[in-house]
């Protein structure tokens, strides 16, 4: 059988709970992982009479994210509210926004540095505000099945972004999903961490299958409960190949069955069908009166867009543009976060080599980091420190064989390169002892000598070897170069 | 002249003088509904000892030199629609009989700071729904005109416990008339409020882009003072207005000149009550005879009114009253029964074989929702909260929750016209005087058109009052309506008081006890 030839068609919603101190309508604490309903009051618990006051913050948070994702910023937008009955959900509706969203039509450009799928944008289709619902803690362990609400999480803002069905892959998938991650660390809008929830990801996907009378759509399936961008690649992957087994089985097309919704089950590494809603749910949106619409003005745009930082996309450029960095360098630099960029420009622009600069962060400061699992802010040697490093060995004051001794000296000794260099003895060598020394090693080896007079210059290395054992300062390359020049005058 | 006949601005100026203590007004008032109100039922709770306690706590205050606000030691009765931090609040409601909300509605809040003493909460229809205070689950409230009448609603407690002298002061909720409704069948004066005058924080919300809270007294200059205590911006409601309070009860008594009136024909059309319609237009007299200028007028969409507000007030209900579920507080359903009888009703339909239907079995917490719901709300909740739901479903949206706001718009902007020609609008209050206990029950629709001359003000957002301006032959009182353009109490109150300045209907009182 052939391998089958189909097109994966995925959209992404991604939930991102923004990182205000308090709550989106009321001014609760939202600091995670607090004692169940500490952190509540009558708003968020929708006790009766208790009126939502809009956040200002968390809006002005959203429409940072919302113009960084190149969002169309409507002048005027509302609140509705979106109705459903869940113990979770305290008031009987969440507070969001249906028909007037407060951005739309964006786009966020993905690219794969190893060029597995060629650089594309993908659309945005709206990204609005919300309030997050609490969570369900279900107790069937002890066969009370017993269920507990938390509501500590009730009220917190929500971002929910939704995509076009741009992305043509899993892969194309998680690529959207690290960018999107990595804007919104940048914009410091969110913390994304999806183990407490605050990046939350549902994907719908569909196939396109090519057939003799035109292509067909499979119907679309929404995929939930995947907890991290690995799982959302590995349920989409398992996810297209179900779809065409099922195509091939019953021939469905979209708009035969309806819509259907599967969890991710990380362990079996399967999408299982979840209860199917039979009535397919109104959420009877209307507007809430309690609230009154947003207006946004033509100069608080000028502001967010004047105060946004460099997003990554731009960062990656001008690493490349000015820092000769590869697009894979680049990437992986951008990917390790703003403080650790800022710390190799500083690097680079100190020690004005941005070679050197680029090896030592990639190389030795980010296997650190990782080893020891500190954060670049708690690196004990700082930029300036390293660029000195960087300058010694620049200026040929230190032996780049010896420099992995000193940083580790830095490290774990003392962050001061004098001070390391004088502990492990390094100093520069004078050039009239180093002729000296290469005399004397020429003279007490007369067949390394008869060896480069007939030719074969490799025989030097042995030479190197002597020299360093007696005095481990010697630039091996400088020992090459002084042995060749004597050996070359003497006499024949 | 017995204390509890003294008007509040003369209780207040007692109490200041040292005439008289908070406490001992208060007593007299807590004696006057332990006499009167056994038969009248216009409270759902008093609580004699916190009362007594508040009113010494303002005399303590007063004795040191304190300044003590401008309500200073003077009794209130609160709407059962307001919450009371840990004092019952009922809404009227089996769904929350025994609900005590964890804070004080920024209302409540307002009158302690301002030196009133909170007496008991009043008795409504269920959740404010309603025009005769007979769809309160708690008790049945009767006008004190004639006990075999209702006292309008939904604030019929509020009403009835003025008119019957068991509160010189007391704060009522409009949505669609239920101030002005039952201050004209039960005599008294009552106002509502421009939308956003008053925070609704704290108010259980029936439909919330139409509630507001508002005053009821027997005169305009106590309306007027209690107004004065509880308007104003509140950063926890925004929709509460920013412009300031004025003093209402420092103008009130100055009269206006050259007032100009627009009487709307569509108030005067069939249905009116003769009597009704003669009292009124003997009202108009009394303003001509002050000078005002009395014009025929046109509110063309107010036709309209009734049904645009039975879209839009069920809409927003439908979505308010979602939040008693029993899941987290309020009136939940026996668990165990529940249990039992989804067992036997799973058990009976294995039985039969019919192990589809077994699938589509309620679970236990949808059956909870269902049961709790269905005990829990009155019958004309549930019709208010289907008709909602119906409205603002997919597919029926656009044709009526849309189509109802479009219509409100025009109801809007009929009175933005006509208050281009005119200062005020003057007509009846409501198409006939208080009606027999259970004449309407099986009639809503006869009792929603109640509404029909308080709607308007409700949809457009505007401020009206209703003052006593006479009787029938049988004695019951009636009601006459005035109307102004959003934040123009100050003109309205002075208006109002004109009128009381001129008659005496407001000086006569029901015999109780």
Partial sequence: ?492 | MSITQLSALELRDHIADGKLTSEAATQAYLDRIEACDSEVKSYIEVDADDALQQAREVDQRLASGESVGCLGGVPIAIKDLLCTRGQVTTCASRMLQEYRPPYNATVVEKVKAAGGVLLGKTNLDEFAMGGSTENSAIQLTRNPWDLSRVPGGSSGGAAACVAGGMAPLSIGTDTGGSIRQPAAFCGVVGLKPTYGRVSRYGLVAFASSLDQIGPLAWSVPDAALLLEAIAGHDPQDSTSATKPVPLYSETVDQPLKGMKLGYPREHFEAGLNPEVAEKVQAAMDVYRSLGASITEISLPHSKYAIAAYYIIAPSEASSNLARYDGAHYGYRTDEKQLLRELKEEREALEAAGKYDAVNDLDSPLIRMYRKSRAEGFGSEVKRRIMIGTYALSSGYYDAYYLKALKVRRLIRSDFDQVFENVDFVIGPVTPDVAFPIGAMTDDPLSLYLQDLYTVGSNLAGITSISVPCGATASGLPVGLQLQAPAFEEERLLRAANMFQVETDWHTRRPTLG
């Fill in chain 1, 1 to 492: 059988m052939n391998p089958p030839t189909y097109e994966i068609i995925i959209g992404l919603e991604v939930h991102v709970q923004l990182a205000t101190r308090t709550k989106l309508f009321c001014r609760c604490s939202t600091q995670f992982g607090a004692s169940p309903n500490t952190q509540t009051c009558p708003v968020c618990t929708g006790s009766p009479g208790a009126l939502p006051v809009m956040n200002r913050y968390a809006f002005q948070l959203a429409l940072q994210t919302a113009i960084a994702l190149n969002c169309e910023i409507p002048r005027f937008t509302k609140w509705d509210r979106k109705q459903y009955y869940y113990p979770d959900l305290p008031k009987g509706y969440q507070i969001s926004q249906f028909d007037l969203p407060m951005s739309e039509h964006g786009w966020l450009e993905i690219s794969d540095p190893e060029g597995a799928f060629p650089t594309k944008r993908v659309g945005i289709t709206r990204a609005h505000l919300e309030e997050d619902a609490g969570k369900s803690m279900h107790d069937e362990a002890a066969g009370k099945a017993d269920s507990r609400i938390d509501l500590n999480r009730t009220g917190t803002p929500l971002l929910e972004i939704v995509s076009e069905p741009d992305m043509r892959s899993p892969l194309e998938a998680k690529a959207y999903l690290t960018e999107l991650r990595l804007l919104l660390t940048y914009l410091q809008v969110s913390d994304c961490n999806m183990q407490e929830g605050s990046l939350r990801v549902d994907a719908n996907i569909n196939l396109g299958i090519p057939t003799d009378d035109g292509e067909i759509r499979t119907p679309i399936v929404e995929v939930k409960n995947m907890n991290s961008f690995r799982a959302v690649e590995r349920a989409l992957d398992y996810e297209a190949e179900r779809q065409y087994q099922v195509w091939q089985e019953t021939g469905h097309r979209i708009g035969d069955v309806p819509k259907q919704t599967r969890g991710w089950d990380d362990q079996l590494q399967v999408t299982k069908g979840q209860r199917s809603k039979e009535e397919s749910s109104d959420y009877r949106y209307f507007p809430d009166p309690d609230l009154i619409p947003v207006t946004v003005s033509e100069e608080q745009i000028d502001e967010v867009v004047k105060k946004q930082p460099e997003l990554p996309a731009a960062l990656r450029e001008r690493l490349q543009a000015n820092y000769k960095l590869s697009h894979y360098d680049a990437d992986v630099m951008v990917n390790q976060g703003r403080s650790l960029v800022d710390y190799f420009i500083e690097v680079a622009d100190r020690s004005q080599d941005a070679k050197r600069a680029t090896n030592w962060v990639q190389q030795d400061v980010m296997r650190t980091l990782n080893e020891t699992g500190i954060g670049i802010d708690e690196f004990p040697i700082n930029a300036e420190r390293l660029a000195e490093l960087v300058l010694a060995i620049k200026n040929g004051e230190l032996d780049s064989s010896r420099s992995r001794d000193v940083f580790q000296f830095m490290m774990d000794e003392k962050p001061d390169l004098q001070a390391a260099l004088k502990a492990l003895g390094i100093e520069k060598v004078d050039d009239s002892v180093l002729v000296d020394l290469c005399r004397t090693l020429l003279a007490a080896n007369p067949k390394v000598v008869a060896d480069v007079q007939a030719g074969k210059q490799q025989a030097i290395g042995a030479l190197i070897g002597q020299a360093k054992k007696q005095n481990p300062n010697v630039n091996p390359g400088q020992v090459r170069e002084i042995c060749l020049q004597l050996i070359q005058e003497m006499p024949s």
